[in-house]
């Protein structure tokens, strides 16, 4: 069974960034997609950005388009979140996800799509 271990949240500024990661253990990383979802407070959780297994397909919602990147390191069994430019509206507790089906080159964007998800990491920005 994956292990999935969100971390690099925290509290910036309005315009500042962070970088979140997520480290997987006990089971396969490279042959699934890897997703980021999103839920702030008192809101349904989201999706946010999506990689293929691969690493050449990305997919984001329309609210963090140009502001943040996915990446990922098969070698370390990691999934990168770079967020920049961050605004009040992007504060929320941050999760990471595997692909429930391996070999996915175009990552779905449906939370049951993924069948193993992280603690989360809570991401604050301050106006």
């Known amino acids: 069974q994956v292990q999935l271990v969100e971390s690099g949240g925290g509290l910036v500024q309005a315009g500042g960034s962070l970088r979140l990661s997520c480290a997987a253990s006990?089971?396969?990383?490279?042959?699934?997609?890897m997703g980021w979802f999103r839920q702030a407070r008192g809101k349904e959780r989201e999706f946010v950005a999506a990689?293929?297994?691969?690493?050449?397909?990305?997919t984001y919602a329309d609210s963090v388009k140009g502001r943040f990147t996915i990446s990922r390191d098969n070698a370390k069994n990691t999934t990168y979140l770079q967020m920049n430019n961050l605004k009040p509206e992007d504060t929320a507790v941050y999760y990471c996800?595997?692909?429930?089906?391996?070999?996915?080159?175009?990552?779905?964007?449906?939370?049951?799509?993924?069948?193993?998800w992280g603690q989360g990491t809570q991401v604050t920005v301050s106006s």
């Open positions: 996800a595997k692909g429930l089906l391996p070999f996915t080159v175009v990552p779905r964007t449906g939370a049951p799509d993924f069948g193993s």
């Open positions: 006990g089971g396969t990383f490279s042959p699934y997609a």
């Open positions: 990689i293929g297994y691969g690493g050449s397909r990305t």
